[in-house]
């Protein structure tokens, strides 16, 4: 080929060389991961246990992700370790609130856990689902349309004899950019606090095999006053030493070990 | 002594005087009574105990009964400031024995207060055996049968009277009660040691069990009173503990109930707790109590040459050991193994059992929530949720429980369970049978309590089978809005997007940094907007000076042409003043306007203007003005009608 001649027909080539690549690049990715294959062909032979560890192995050294937590799960409630199970779907789902196949496998695990459903409603979904970096940009975009739109006008003389705009439709622009940008930012800036507020909660679900007791103040001595079933869904309050204080459902709050209680959001229990 | 602890017991002092001659006229007086145990053997002590509210009484002797005998006294004295009221109680406590065995009843009679009230006594009974065996118990009215169980015929299986199991007998001697527990004890004070001296101890600490028979894990209430004298007392940073590991106890407030008494005519202060001890092996064990307590031995410092030494230069010289409580024997007995229920978990106590379930009408495979109630006085840490019977019509999951107790003791409460049943197949199922065992110490048997349970309507197929997800519908409150499929959804094959950590963008300090630097943004363009503005001359404004400059200008050379006579000048000036205004208003230049622009723009305002301009046509076109022109009342009326501000 000519490129000389035929310049456009070879980027156009390129172009479309470089697309093909990058859909084929994920697929030949997954297919060459032996770790996740090997986990995978574990469950899929009944070695759950195996595969749980697997698939734990490779969140410890690659990182989390929705379909890995979601893998890990599966392979902990199969078997039978549902405390494990219901924390890994859990996780699963904040990373992917609005996966409907992470849910049903939720809601069945916390069937056989013998608790009650927990599906998130729409506005959870939303809620849940905003990825803060892209908010991030938005707010920012904001904030700097509001600053050029100042700027803009503290010289809008000197941008209209440079662009040979009217001076008059320049201000125009700039004042709109700056009253809109206003109510726009006041408003991303509501709903990111009001959501950081509701997302914020510690969770941690009982690990503990069939309950953990719940005691009245963090001591080994103190008494109990209750117990909450393995798989429960808890919010951490407080922390003492090696204990936390919870609120399961129905304000029912208390202190539970630390060792019977798993965060949902790895870490999230040394922050208290 | 220090001097707030000087100024402590004064004030104690006067207030008690106070309240000895003003409360109990002020509050209707009122007498509780008690006697405990109400079943001795014979040779052992009894403790009547009269607590008068609000009245005081000088003495008080117990009827005559034939068979018993009052062995010893002691009164005291409380007086509480609370919510802003004074009261005042005393306490007159008797220790009675029996010489024989029998049933007694001290019959009923009646005290005359100071006051001149009449309080009215009941009689009590006290049963005494004679072969020193029965086991003592607290209760003034003790259950000799079991409580009627409900529903027991219900569930022809269960009985519910069990049998009745006696603790063995004590070998030992009778228990030491509370009140009578060392040797320096007098007649006039029971339980109350002596010093050397022969007055009560200066600090003390006083154990009072429910009881000193109990069973294995049995609570048993019990009461510490810790005393000390006003004149030695000191801040105290610990609490009474168990000697020994032969007992376990609930934990029990930082603080006790503090009150004040008086003892012998000496001023107390008394600490008390409520808690409840158990026993984990069955044995004569000793029970007693130990509290590291301060108090103070002398005061040193002052000088009767210094008046003020007393106050300020006196400091307490603490003493500091362990002081030891009285020393009771408990006797723990083994729970009988015959007649023990398979489900028994160690509760013992006296138990109520409810339970209920919801929804009445399910499908299946959607649980249905049981929720039992397990309320009275007893040993809750050994309480667990009602046992349900096999049944292979229903999946059974793990209960959840919270206890509220109330008591400061942890004796009495209430234990709720929630436990979750999943039918798995239709029709009208009658929930599994649900069952509460526990041991009863008064009526010493094993009872098992039948739970009623509702018929529970199960609709749908016994064997749902769907192979995708179900539709979101993601009511969380709805069971069967989320009923899931019965099979686990597969594994995913890739690994997704991969982070190291969960913990959200939002928890990191860098994206509220970034946040707020960007806020800086809008300021600093609001910086650079007010500096350019302050900076660049505002045309407009400049244009209003300059205009105003130039009217105030032709006012001047219309004043100065009319004190002239000046027509050509006045009328050359008011015109153009007209000019500059009307300018203004439309904007327009002022030497634009001509009449026939005006009245293009404004008739009405041009018929006004009319005369105005004509007369400068004239004077300037012919460079004079007509005879007899008024100038000054041209003048007014241009700077009245014409030159004043027009609406926009």
């Known amino acids: 080929m000519n490129f000389l001649s035929h310049p456009w027909r070879f980027l156009a080539q390129i172009f479309l060389l470089c697309t093909f690549s990058f859909f084929l690049l994920p697929s030949s990715l997954h297919a060459a991961d032996p770790q996740l294959e090997a986990a995978n062909r574990a469950y899929a032979y009944g070695g759950y246990d195996e595969s749980a560890k697997l698939f734990q192995q490779i969140i410890t050294t690659r990182g989390y992700s929705a379909p890995l937590c979601f893998n890990l799960a599966n392979a902990d409630a199969r078997a039978g370790h549902l405390g494990d199970a219901i924390l890994n779907y859990e996780r699963a789902r904040y990373l992917a609130p609005a996966d409907r196949d992470i849910d049903h496998n939720l809601q069945l695990a916390r069937k056989q856990a013998g608790l009650q459903p927990n599906s998130y409603r729409w506005w959870q979904i939303a809620l849940r689902s905003i990825d803060w970096t892209v908010w991030l940009g938005m707010l920012s975009a904001g904030l700097f349309l509001i600053f050029l739109a100042l700027v803009g006008t503290a010289y809008a003389s000197a941008l209209a004899a440079a662009t040979k705009i009217p001076e008059r439709l320049l201000k125009n622009i700039f004042r709109a950019i700056f009253f809109a940008g206003i109510p726009l930012c006041l408003l991303l800036g509501y709903i990111e606090l009001s959501t950081v507020g509701f997302n914020n909660r510690i969770e941690g679900v009982i690990i503990a095999s069939k309950e953990a007791t719940l005691y009245r103040s963090p001591f080994d001595s103190s008494d109990s006053v209750g117990t909450i079933p393995e798989g429960e869904l808890v919010t951490v309050e407080d922390r003492h030493n090696d204990y936390l204080r919870i609120e399961g459902r129905d304000y029912h709050f208390g202190w539970i070990a630390q060792k019977d209680i798993a965060p949902i959001i790895a870490g999230s229990f040394d922050a208290k | ?648």
Not at chain 2, 20 to 27: E, F, G, I, K, M
Not at chain 2, 240 to 269: C, H, V, W
Not at chain 2, 302 to 324: E, K, T
Not at chain 2, 576 to 593: D, I, K, T
């Open chain 2, 1 to 648: 002594m220090t001097p707030p602890l000087q100024i402590l017991r004064m004030t104690l002092r006067l207030a008690a005087v106070l309240a000895c001659t003003t409360v109990s006229c002020l509050a209707a007086a009122s007498v509780s009574q008690q006697i405990s145990p109400a079943e001795i053997n014979v040779g052992e002590q009894t403790i009547v105990t009269l607590n008068i509210t609000n009245g005081s009484v000088n003495d008080i002797q117990l009827p005559a009964v034939d068979g018993l005998q009052v062995v010893g006294s002691q009164s005291s004295t409380n007086i509480i400031f609370s919510n802003g009221t004074l009261s005042r109680s005393m306490t007159l406590a008797f220790a009675v024995t029996a010489s024989r065995p029998g049933t007694f009843t001290i019959p009923a009679f009646d005290i005359h207060t100071e006051e001149g009230e009449v309080l009215h006594v009941k009689a009590m009974k006290l049963l005494v055996d004679g072969n020193g065996t029965a086991p003592a118990t607290n209760n003034a009215a003790v259950a000799t049968t079991p409580a009627p169980m409900p529903n027991a015929a219900a569930n022809p299986a269960f009985n519910p009277n069990g049998p009745v199991v006696q603790p063995p007998a004590s070998a030992a001697p009778p228990p030491p009660r509370p009140g009578n527990n060392t040797a320096d004890t007098t007649a006039a004070t029971p339980g109350v040691p002596r010093d050397p001296d022969g007055g009560p101890a200066k600090v003390f600490i006083l154990i009072t069990p429910e009881t000193t028979d109990a069973y294995v894990g049995q609570s048993v209430r019990m009461r510490i009173d810790f005393y000390i004298r006003m004149e030695v007392q000191a801040e105290q940073n610990s609490l009474p503990t168990i000697k020994g590991s032969d007992f376990l106890m609930n934990a029990f407030m930082t603080r006790g109930r503090i009150s004040q008494l008086m003892l012998e005519n000496q001023p107390y202060l008394c600490e008390t707790w409520g808690t409840a001890i158990a026993a984990p092996k069955s044995g004569d064990f000793p029970l007693s109590m130990e509290r590291d307590t301060y108090w103070v031995k002398s005061i040193t410092g002052g000088s009767i040459f210094d008046p003020f030494g007393g106050f300020f230069n006196r400091h307490a010289n603490l003493a500091h050991q362990p002081v030891s409580s009285n020393l009771l024997t408990m006797h723990i007995h083994a729970l009988p193994d015959e007649g023990r229920p398979a489900h028994f978990t160690g509760a013992i106590g006296h138990f109520d059992v409810t339970g209920s379930a919801h929804p009445s009408s399910v499908a299946v495979g959607e649980p249905v929530i049981l929720d039992f109630s397990v309320a009275g006085e007893g040993n809750f840490d050994y309480v667990r949720c009602p046992v349900l019977a096999e049944d292979p019509a229903w999946k059974q999951y793990v209960a959840s429980s919270k206890v509220n107790y109330r008591d400061e003791g942890h004796m009495d409460g209430v234990k709720s369970f929630e436990q979750s049943i999943v039918p798995k197949k239709n029709g009208e199922l009658p929930l599994p049978a649900a069952s509460f065992s526990y041991f009863d110490p008064t009526a010493k048997q094993y009872v098992t309590v039948p739970i009623p349970l509702p018929v529970i309507t199960v609709t749908g197929s016994p064997t749902p089978i769907a192979s995708t997800a179900p539709e979101a519908d993601n009511d969380s409150t709805s069971v069967a809005a989320t009923t899931p499929t019965s099979e686990f959804l597969p594994n995913r094959l890739d690994a997704g997007s991969l982070r190291t950590s969960l913990i959200p963008v939002y928890r990191q300090t860098w994206f509220w940094a970034v946040q707020s630097g960007m806020l800086v943004l809008p300021l600093l363009g609001g910086l650079l907007f007010l500096m350019r503005a302050r900076i660049t001359p505002d045309d407009g404004s400049a244009e209003r000076a300059q205009r105003q400059h130039s009217m105030q200008q032709e006012e001047d050379a219309m004043a100065a042409a009319v004190r002239r006579d000046d027509a050509v000048a006045f009328f050359i000036a008011a015109r153009h003043a007209v000019q500059l205004q009307l300018g203004a208003r439309w904007r327009l230049s002022p030497e634009a306007l001509t009449l026939g622009e005006i009245r293009a723009r404004d008739p009405q305002l041009a018929e006004a203007l009319e005369p105005l301009f004509i007369q400068a046509d004239e004077v300037i076109y012919s460079g004079q003005a007509q005879p007899g022109i008024d100038l000054a009342q041209w003048e007014n009326r241009v700077r009245t009608e014409l030159l004043q501000p027009q609406p926009a």
